[in-house]
C-alpha cells in the first residue's frame, strides 16, 4: 500500500490554459474524493466517486471544471480556460465503503499546487 | 447544510504544555467527526474519528477528542505538546448521504521549546 498518490505535485500556468491533473487512489479502494483548499482555508469538496460513478458535484465545480474515473482506477480532475482565482491546491482522497455512511476514512494524497499567473 | 467553526486561528503554546483545539460543528442528524493534522508539504493525515458510542475517543499520536451534542462540540486535547505537533489542524464533519467532508478553516499549532 503506497498511499494515495497525485502528479503532477506543482503546476504553474498561465491564464486561459488548460491543465489537468491525476490521482491514484490506494488500489482497493473504490471511493475516490476531490477537494480544493486556498490559503488559510480549509479543503472545500469538489466532487465523489464511487467505482467509475460520478455521484456529487458540488457548485463549486463550474463547467470549467471535469472529472473523470475511467474504469474506477485512477482520477483526472480538468480545468479549462484556467483562471486566478483557480490557484489553490487540488486533494485528492480515497476510501472503501460499499453504502452512505463513513465505514472507513478517506486517506489525502500530497496534493497539487495550481498556481495561475 | 452542515459547518464547522474553528474559533481559534493561531495557538501558541510551550513544549510539555497541555492542549486544547475547539472545534464547534452544525449538522441537523447524528454528525460524522473527524481531526485531521496537516503538515507542510504533507497530506492530511487522519487523528481520529468519532462515529457513535463512546464520547470520548482516542487518537494516533496521543491525541484524544471528546463529543459533546449539547454543546455541538468536538474538541481536541493532548497532555503534553511536543514540538512536532507543530503543523495545522483540522476538524470536519462528514454527512451520510454524499461521504464528503466539510472542514473548518483550521487552527494553526505553534509549539514553543
Known amino acids: 500500500d503506497t498511499g494515495v498518490s497525485q502528479d503532477p505535485r506543482h503546476k504553474i500556468t498561465k491564464r486561459g490554459q488548460n491543465v489537468t491533473f491525476r490521482c491514484d487512489p490506494i488500489s482497493e479502494h473504490n471511493r475516490l474524493y476531490w477537494y480544493r483548499q486556498t490559503l488559510g482555508q480549509g479543503p472545500e469538496f469538489l466532487t465523489y466517486f464511487q467505482n467509475e460513478a460520478q455521484l456529487e458535484k458540488s457548485r463549486l465545480l463550474s463547467d470549467r471544471f471535469s472529472a473523470e474515473r475511467p474504469k474506477g482506477s485512477f482520477s483526472t480532475l480538468e480545468i479549462q480556460r484556467t483562471e486566478q482565482g483557480d490557484s489553490a491546491m487540488y486533494l485528492c482522497?480515497?476510501?472503501?465503503?460499499?453504502?452512505?455512511?463513513?465505514?472507513?476514512?478517506?486517506?489525502f494524497g500530497p496534493g497539487t499546487r495550481l498556481t495561475v499567473t | 447544510a452542515q459547518s464547522v467553526t474553528q474559533p481559534d486561528i493561531h495557538i501558541t503554546v510551550s513544549e510539555g504544555a497541555s492542549l486544547e483545539l475547539r472545534c464547534n460543528y452544525s449538522?441537523?442528524?447524528?454528525?460524522?467527526l473527524f481531526w485531521y493534522v496537516q503538515s507542510p508539504g504533507q497530506g492530511l493525515q487522519l487523528l481520529l474519528k468519532?462515529?457513535?458510542?463512546?464520547?470520548l475517543v482516542q487518537g494516533i499520536k496521543g491525541f484524544e477528542a471528546e463529543f459533546k451534542r449539547s454543546q455541538s462540540s468536538f474538541n481536541l486535547r493532548k497532555p503534553s505538546v511536543h514540538w512536532s505537533d507543530a503543523a495545522e489542524y483540522f476538524c470536519?464533519?462528514?454527512?451520510?448521504?454524499?461521504?464528503?467532508?466539510?472542514f473548518g478553516t483550521g487552527t494553526q499549532l505553534k509549539v514553543e521549546l
Open positions: 470536519a464533519v462528514g454527512s451520510g448521504g454524499g461521504n464528503k467532508l466539510t
Open positions: 468519532y462515529f457513535s458510542g463512546d464520547t
Open positions: 482522497a480515497s476510501s472503501q465503503g460499499t453504502s452512505g455512511i463513513f465505514e472507513s476514512e478517506q486517506y
Open positions: 449538522y441537523g442528524a447524528t454528525p460524522y
